[in-house]
């Protein structure tokens, strides 16, 4: 039974740090390409980051660029998979998800091009 474990959203001030987690567990997850969406309340799920299946960092979105980063850990056929994220914004706050891409793809900014979802973690940021 594949599992992706979205965690670590939580309430945050503005300009403060957080690292968010998710391991993929119980498929080949380490050839495929793994990736952070978010989704605000009324808005689309939107491509955070990427990082393919070398753990290079890809399809970042321009709003955090220099910001966030997107660690790979390759373990077996597992994945750990984290998003850390500096200087956040209120437009910061959503719902975040990872997902993982099909079998040695690349990785897309596209939510088609990815097959499993974690369920999602909570991202509040406060003024």
């Known amino acids: 039974q594949p599992q992706l474990v979205d965690s670590g959203g939580t309430l945050v001030q503005t300009g403060g740090p957080l690292t968010l987690s998710c391991p993929a567990l119980?498929?080949?997850?380490?050839?495929?390409?793994m990736a952070w969406f978010r989704q605000a309340p009324g808005e689309g799920r939107l491509i955070v980051a990427a990082a393919e299946r070398s753990g290079s960092s890809t399809g970042s979105a321009d709003s955090v660029k220099g910001r966030f980063t997107v660690p790979r850990a390759n373990a077996g056929n597992s994945v750990y998979l984290h998003l850390q994220m500096n200087s956040l914004r209120s437009e910061g706050a959503a719902v975040y998800y990872c997902a993982a891409g099909r079998t040695r793809e690349h990785s897309s900014t596209s939510t088609q091009a990815y097959e499993y979802w974690g369920q999602g973690t909570q991202v509040t940021v406060s003024s």
């Open positions: 119980g498929r080949t997850f380490n050839s495929r390409p």
